[in-house]
C-alpha cells in the first residue's frame, strides 16, 4: 500500500494524500544504442535527418540546439534503443548528471528524428499511467535527481546513473491529475521565465564584451566625435596613492576608518564602491584616505586573470577609506575615473597586465608596471559618454542577475514546499 504524504503547500480544495510509486512503474527507462554501431567522430554530419543529442544538447534548463550533429539515415537503422517519440523525456546519466529534457510536440516539429547518446537516458512514460506530463517535468527537475546522486551509489571515477537504480527511486505523486497539472504549470511558468532571464543576462553579457572590444580598439566611437586619440603611457595621467600593508587580523567590528583589501576586490561581483557598499573596519589611524573618483587595483592574485583587477570609490563622500594590503591605489591627474574603471577591464589591458604579471603559485603586479602601459586615450568628454554606456550596461547586467537570483531562490522555496 501506498505511503500518505502531503506537501506543506497546496493548492486550494485538494486535501487527499499523495501517493508514492517508483519511477520504474512510471517510466520505461530506456538506454541509447551503445553496440558496435554506435556512431563514431567521422559519422556525423551538420546536417540530416536525424540528430544525434550531444551532452551539451541537455541542459538545466531543457534542450539547447545552438549546436546541432547527425546522422545519417542509413547510420540511424542500424541502431536499435534511443530514438525519441513525442513525450519523452531525456535524463543525462554520465559525466554532467541529471539534466531533463522534455521532447514535446513543438520540439519534435523542428527536429522529428531524435536519437540520445550513450550518456543519456530515454524515460517514456507507461501507456497505463494517467499522469501529467508538466507534473513530471518538474518533478524530475526538482529535489528527485539531487536526492538520488547523493544517498546512491553513482559512481566516482566516471559518475553515472544506471537504469536498474534509477527504477527505484520513489517518486510521491497527487492522487488527482487536476492537481498534478496545477503544480505542474506553476513549474512550467518558473522555468519559462528563468530560461528568459538567463538568455537575456547571456545577451547582455555578449553585448558588453562586443562594447569592450570595438570601444577600446576605437572600431566603434559615438557620433561627433572624430578627434584621434592621445598616445602617451597611463602613468602621465595618474598618481598614485599610499597602501597600507593591513591583513583580516586589524579589523575591529566598528570605527569611523575602514579599508579595502585585495579580497574584497576579488570577491565583489560589482567594480566600485558607493553608499551601499560596506568595507570592514579598522582602528582609526594617520592614513591616507582615498576620495571619490579613485581607483584601487588589487595587486597580487591566485590567477592571472585577476592581476591588477580594479575597483572604482565611485561615491564614498563623508566616509574614510584606507587603501589596504596588496593593493595599488591611484588617483586620476585628469579624466573621467568610470572610463578609466573599464580602460583596467578592457582587452588591451588585460592582455598586458597577464603578460608583465610575475610569480608562481601567487601573481603579482606593481605601481611601475602599471604606469609603463602604452594606450590611446580620448578627450575627456568622450570619456565620459564611454564610461556612461559601460556602467549602464552592467547595471542591467546586475539588474537582471538579481532577477534571476530571485526566480531561482523563489523555485527553490517552491519545490521544497510543494513537493513531498
Known sequence: MSEEKQPKIRFKGFDDPWEQRKLGEIFNIIDGDRGHNYPHESNFLESGNVLFLDTGNVKKNGFNFETQKYISDQKDKQLKNGKLNVGDFV??????????????????????????????????????????????????????????????????????????????????????????????????????????????LEQLKRLKKLLMQKIFNQEWRFKGFTDPWEQRKLGEGLKQLKSYSLPRKYEVPESDTEYIHYGDIHTSSRKYVDKSFRLPNIKSGDFQLLQTGDIVLADASEDYKEIAEPMLMKNIKGRKVVSGLHTIAIRLKCGDPVYYLYLFLSPGFRHYVYKVGTGLKVFGINYDKVQKYFLAVPDEKEQKYIGKILFLTDQLIAANQRRLDHLQSLKKYLMQNMFV
Open 91 to 200: 535524463l543525462t546519466s554520465r559525466g554532467t548528471l541529471g539534466n531533463v529534457a522534455y521532447y514535446d510536440k513543438s520540439i519534435s516539429q523542428k527536429f522529428p528524428e531524435i536519437r540520445i547518446n550513450s550518456a543519456m537516458l530515454i524515460l517514456r512514460k507507461e501507456s497505463s499511467q494517467h499522469l501529467s506530463n508538466l507534473f513530471l517535468e518538474s518533478s524530475l527537475r526538482g529535489k528527485i535527481i539531487d536526492n538520488f546522486m547523493r544517498n546512491d551509489h553513482v559512481g566516482s571515477a566516471q559518475p553515472h546513473i544506471t537504469k536498474k537504480d534509477f527504477s527505484k527511486v520513489k517518486l510521491n505523486i497527487p492522487q488527482l491529475w487536476m492537481e498534478q497539472d496545477k503544480v505542474g504549470k506553476i513549474f512550467q511558468n518558473i522555468f519559462i521565465l528563468i530560461a528568459a532571464n538567463q538568455s537575456k
